[in-house]
Each structure stands twice: as C-alpha cells, then as structure tokens.
C-alpha cells in the first residue's frame, strides 16, 4: 500500500470519526426535541425554543449529509476508484467495513499445526471487515482508551459444517472465547474482540473446533498509540489555546507558570504525563487526556519567591517513555551599577568634565550612573554620603533593561572630605560606589572670582561679555578669569570642550599674588562648531576652581 493512500486513509479514518460524532449529536438534539414538545404540553416552554431546537437539528443533519459524501468521496479516491453511494455509509458499521477495502488485503502468516491439514486456508487478525474482506491489518496495532479487533478466516469446503471458535491468549494465558460463525460465500468468517488499554502486549489467536481441536493460530502486538509532541514551551498565562509570554528565564517570585503543548496521535482516549522537576527533583506531575488526535494541552504549578534555580517539565505518555522535555530557569532580579562618575554637569544626557577631586566651593556638581538589570524594571537610588554619614539621595525608576540616572547636588565649603557616591536597589542593598576626595575651598589660596566670556580683551578688561554667540565667519571668543591669588606667585590652566571633548588647553603661569588677577584665554570658532562649548579653569595641583559654558549659533 503506498504513502498517499495510507494518507488518504487516515483522512478516511478521521472523517468516520467526525460523521459518527455527528450523527451522536444529531440523536441527542432529536431527544431533546421529543422533550421540549413534552414539556410544551405543560406549558413550561414556548413555541420559539421548540423553533430553535429544530433549527438545530436541521443543521446538524445537513452537516451529516455532507459528512456522509466526504467519506464516500474518499473511500473510492483510495478504494480503486470504485464508487460508493452515500446510502451505502449510513450507519458505523458500514463506514468501517467499508475501510476494510481501503486498505487492501494482506494476510498474518498462519501458524501450521504438525500432522494436520487444518480447516483453515488462511486466518489473520484486522481491524475491518467488508464485503466479506479483511482490512486494516497487523500484526501491530496502537490502542486507545480500547480497541476493537476482527479474527478473520476462510474455512475450506469440507469443514464449513463443523462450529468453530476462537480463544484468545494474553501472554500465553487464556482471556476470552469467542464463537466464530461462518457469516459469507466462500467459507469466510470472522469475530470480534474489544481490547482495553491495559491490556497492551503479545497475543495470540487459537482458531479451535467445538471438540478443543486447534487448527491455527496468528500471533498479534497491541502498543501503546505513538504521541508526537512538536511543541513544548513554558509560559506566563495560556489564553484561547495559546501560550502568552512564553520564554526561558522567568522572574523568581510568587507566580503560576504554564507548560503548553501540542500533542499529535493516531489514536484518540491515550494520555500524557507533564512531570515538573525543581533542581532535578520531582515537584508535581499531571495526567492530560488526550481527546482528540491533535490537541493542545497544558500544565501549570504555582512557584514561590525562594523556588529559584534550574526547571524542568518532562512529557511523557502513559507508558512512561520521554516525549519532549523543556528546560528553564527561575533567577532571582540581578541590578548592576555599571558605571559611577562625578562630573561638573549633564548635556544630551552624558556625563561633563569627569572629575577624580574637586573643591567644595559651593558649586553643584553631578552623579552620574549607569545600571542594568537581568529583568525589566529598575528600581534604585543615589546616595550622597560625606565622611560615611548619608548626606543626600534621590530615587530612581525605570521599565527597562539598562538605563542611565543622574541628580545635581550643592557641596558648600565646608563639605570637604572624602564623598562616596553608592547605588542601592530599592531593599537597601549596595549595587555599586565610588569615592571621591573634596578638598578645601582653594579661595583660601587661589580662586576665581568671575569667569566670562567675551569677543574682546582691551587693556585685559573684557568687553561685549555674553553667553550665547551668533558668527558667520571665524570668530576669537575670551575666557576672562579673575583670581585672587594669595599665595608668592602661582598658575591656572584653561580647558576648552566641545561636545565633550578637549579641544584645548592652555596654562597660564606666573600669576602674582592679587585679589583679581586678570587673567584669559581665546580659542578661534568657526560657525561650523555651533553648539555648547565649556571652559574649566584648574589650580595648579589640577584641582578644577571654576567652570563655565557658552553657545555658538548661526548668524
């Protein structure tokens, strides 16, 4: 029997299947029926419902009708071509008879008893019988919820007279008898057996007289139904039959997670096991009935917060052999402060003038961090603390994996000392920090009273001072600083960025001491570098002592 017709065969099977569920149904909607025209009678119902009821029963007996020609359809596509009314498949019986010649006839070799000629010309052992041939034949067959089999024999001419039987053993022991009457032309004859689940293994058909003779025997395998399981994720929730935020690494904490499968038999009324292992140690098992022969099922188990580390959900089917398996794991939320810097400010959210010291001066300077997360969400804080002692925090939230948070703080002067910048997730714990050293206020040596800019320096007094600059062509903008330097002589250097970047720098040295020292530095701008510039002045030591920006626009 080739491929295409054993394909056309289990579509035969199937729509058999679906034509007896119809006309089930059509039986029980005619029943209910008779029962509404009763309770009519007692004026418990209307005339409407008794409408809607027939209503159904006439839907159903058309989808029954077309059933019906389906199964004739495709019963003569794999029969040969030979055409069969749908008159002829009316009822179950004769469905399945008539897939006895779908299937063609092949015949279970038959045990030759020593010395004995035998009444048996052949015997075998099929699933169906039509037209008085046998079909669907073994010698293995898979087995559901239960299984009906057909002992099948032609008898020869000279022993029809005689009444037979057949015994039928289960591991060499006898379970039933079974009579076998000669029921067709030609000597042929054949009964019946239902078979149930648990009664999978080696069997053997004895074909016996009435008088105990044996005169043949056919041997026969009944399995367990083969399960495929082409699909087995774990999820969060299973709506209208399909798995929702399905993945491999879930948050630990108190939640129901689900094991979703699709699951493909032959056999309808078979099961399968989901066995759910928590560090390879059986946490609980379900028994999923499968209905239909393909169907989506699925598992679920409710895990505590502390239940993290490796899971696992093997499926298996009732036999207890392995089907599929799924790994995933259960992690507590990991957050990370990735990066910790102080800068003198923020611009397009990145970081200014990283600083490793700095002078408590009274300026505001900025903490800046990075942090990321093995699970969205972030929840954390910056902590300000001086000398140890908390001195300043700020709360920070977000939906993401990474994400990158800054707060602005004043240091007065007499904030000097040692600065440790700390993240902490939202129970206290330390992610990550960083110390920073503040030293006194250098106005008590060195400082910058003012810091400006200009486009002109005129016996070193600034002139046209602005903090936003329109050109057109190339342009010198002034940094002018006065210093009041109380130390023998001295030095300042001027940093010049653009977008964050050095572009400059220049030292001016020999500085006497004054209370304003005037002091600058120009850097030539082309209206190419539009945008944010920023001057940093630094002490001698590199300790920065002042900063300041300008903008550059088209003119």
């Keep these: 029997m080739g491929r295409k017709t054993e394909d056309k065969l289990d579509i035969l099977r199937r729509l058999i299947t679906e034509r007896d569920e119809l006309e089930e149904k059509l039986k029980h909607e005619k029943e209910q029926l008779n029962k509404l025209k009763f309770d009519k009678k007692a004026g418990a119902i209307n005339d409407v419902q008794i409408a809607e009821q027939k209503s159904e029963i006439k839907e159903t007996a058309s989808r029954l009708k077309h059933a019906d020609k389906q199964v004739a359809f495709f019963a003569s596509q794999v029969g040969g071509g030979k055409n069969y009314s749908a008159g002829l498949i009316i009822s179950l019986s004769l469905v399945m008879l008539m897939l006895g010649v779908v299937l063609g006839y092949y015949v279970v070799p038959v045990i030759e008893l020593p010395g004995n000629k035998g009444p048996a010309e052949q015997m075998t052992i099929c ?7 046998p079909a669907g034949l073994g010698p293995t067959f898979e087995i559901g919820r239960t299984k009906t089999l057909h002992c099948y024999a032609e008898i020869s001419p000279r022993s029809q007279r005689t009444d037979y039987l057949v015994e039928w053993y289960h591991k060499k022991e006898i379970k039933d008898t079974t009579p076998l009457p000669i029921t067709a032309k030609g000597g042929k004859a054949w009964c019946q057996r239902k078979f149930a689940l648990d009664e999978i293994g080696e069997w053997e058909a004895h074909l016996k007289t009435r008088d105990g003779n044996t005169w043949a025997i056919t041997a026969f395998n009944l399995v367990y139904p083969k399960i495929e399981v082409p699909v087995a994720v774990i999820c969060e929730d299973v709506l209208e039959d399909q ?75 009732g036999q207890g052999t392995t089907l599929n398996r799924v790994n995933f794991s259960v992690e507590k939320k990991k957050q990370s402060a990735n990066l910790i810097e102080l800068a003198t400010g923020v611009t397009e ?139 023998s002589r001295t030095s300042i250097t001027y940093k010049w960025f653009y977008n964050r970047k050095l572009i400059k720098q220049n030292q001016i040295k020999n500085i006497v001491p004054s209370r304003s020292y005037r002091t600058y530095d120009y850097k030539t701008i082309y209206p190419k570098q539009k945008g944010t510039w920023k001057v940093n002045v630094y002490a001698e030591d590199g300790t920065l002592l002042k900063s300041g920006q300008f903008v550059i626009e088209s003119n």
């Design 127 to 133: 699933e169906f019988v039509y037209n008085g041939e």
């Design 243 to 317: 798995p929702q935020n399905s993945g491999s690494v879930f948050l630990a904490k108190d939640r129901t997670l689900y094991c979703f499968t699709e699951t493909s038999t032959k056999e309808k009324y078979t099961e399968v096991v989901h066995q759910w292992y928590h560090d390879n140690k059986l946490e609980t098992s379900e028994k999923i009935m499968l209905e239909k022969l393909r169907q989506k099922n699925w598992s679920k188990i409710n895990i505590s917060a502390q239940k993290a580390g490796d899971w696992s959900v093997k499926i298996l089917d």
């Design 349 to 487: 959210g990145k970081p200014d003038s990283i600083l490793s010291r700095f002078v408590a001066d009274g300026n505001e300077y900025v903490f800046y961090s990075k942090v990321s997360s093995n699970f969205p969400g972030i929840s954390i804080k910056q902590q300000w603390l001086l000398n140890n002692k908390l001195v300043f925090e700020s709360p920070f939230q977000s939906e993401g994996l990474t994400a990158e948070f800054h707060s602005a703080h004043k240091i007065s002067s007499k904030q000097h000392g040692t600065w440790t910048l700390r993240i902490t997730d939202s129970k206290g714990e330390v992610l990550g920090s960083k110390k920073i050293t503040a030293t006194k206020p250098i106005t008590e040596d060195v400082g910058i009273n003012r810091l400006v800019f200009c486009r002109t320096v005129f016996q070193r007094d600034p002139y046209d001072i602005a903090s936003r600059f329109k050109i057109s062509e190339p342009v010198k903008i002034w940094a002018h600083a006065t210093v009041n330097n109380k130390r």
